[in-house]
């Protein structure tokens, strides 16, 4: 079982064919899975995971839900 | 109450019936405007007088099994501030006059353009190059003239913020981009009252309550604009984000907001909505 990822806005080009079930490895952090997508750091704001807000360190496991949102501020 | 004006809403008043059965006594919008006019009172107050009558403005029958006469009173004398007129402010505004705000505060120093014919319900080709603030009060006095609307043609900056809150019950962010917001909610902090906000880009939007004091969007988003640049903002997501807007509103003066210290992220491709604790 991997992970779910939900990524918005302009953030939603970097999704994977596998978003919905996202092989992870050991250890693996929100940094380390941005980077593996090609997704620039500084264009992720928010991060959540399990809707939590998290941050780019913070360790992902099997089974976690991991939105990543850029600015957004449109009206 | 004042009697003159108790006789003057019992004798305007007639037997209609009810949309949950029976009948009882409405009172009819020529009727609410003629008493306004008569007493030099806002139509607003005229139909929160009329309800503690037990008597129901024909404009709220239809949602009184929804808004109970007591918190239509209460929606009837509040006043709430509201900054930009565009697209998520142009929903806002017809949602919140609709819904029987009694009293708006709004400002915005835009004039229409034809690339805001996408999404921005005050935007029409005749009204092309008119102010927000104009658009607004015709918009106003069409569909509620019982609301008082205050406008302000003009951007708000940290400096005008503070007073343009004075008053005010909450506060709603419906600006465009980034570079204000971050200002607007430390201004809505200062003044200790709730912040109502949302945003988006593309089919992606996200709605949150900033209590004074918490952390909300803006303490994230930065102040560089953001992915509407290049997304824009179609007007399902706009409507999307005004509507929630809206009742966050409601929710915050009748009771208790859902959303506070919390953002709701939502997303029209994928339908995905999450609510996300800050």
Known sequence: MGIEIKSFATLAKYLPENGQDYPIEPGETVRSLITKLGIPEKDVTLVFINALRSSLDSEIADGDRVGLFPPVGGG | MDDALKDGILAAAHPGSLPWGGTGLVLDVEQVADLAARHDVPG??????????????????????????????????????????????????????????????????????????????????????????????????????????????????????????????????????????????????????????????????????????????ADLMGTDNGGEELLGCPAPAVNLAASLMASEVFNILTGQPTLAGKMLVTDLRSHTFETVSL
């Open chain 2, 44 to 217: 607003c107050e005229i139909e929160a007088l009329a309800l503690e009558l037990d008597v129901t403005p024909t404009r709220y029958l239809r949602n009184r099994q929804s808004v109970s006469p007591k918190d239509q009173i209460l929606l009837l004398r509040s006043r709430v501030a509201q900054v930009g007129l565009g697209g998520l402010g142009g929903a806002l505004l017809e949602q919140l006059l609709r819904l029987g705000v009694g009293t708006l505060r709004t400002a915005d120093g835009d004039i229409f353009e034809a690339s805001n014919l996408n999404r921005q319900s005050l935007s029409t080709l005749s009204g092309l190059g008119r102010g927000k603030t104009r658009a607004a009060k015709l918009r106003a006095a069409e569909i509620n003239p019982s609301a008082t609307l205050e406008t302000r043609p003009e951007f708000l900056t940290p400096e005008t913020l503070p007073k343009f809150l004075e008053g005010c019950t909450v506060v709603v962010d419906a600006l465009g981009g980034l570079t204000m917001r971050g200002h607007l909610q430390k201004a809505a902090a200062a003044a200790s009252i709730p912040l109502v906000t949302g945003a988006l880009a593309g089919w992606t939007g996200y709605v949150a309550v900033v209590m004074p004091g918490q952390i909300g969007p």
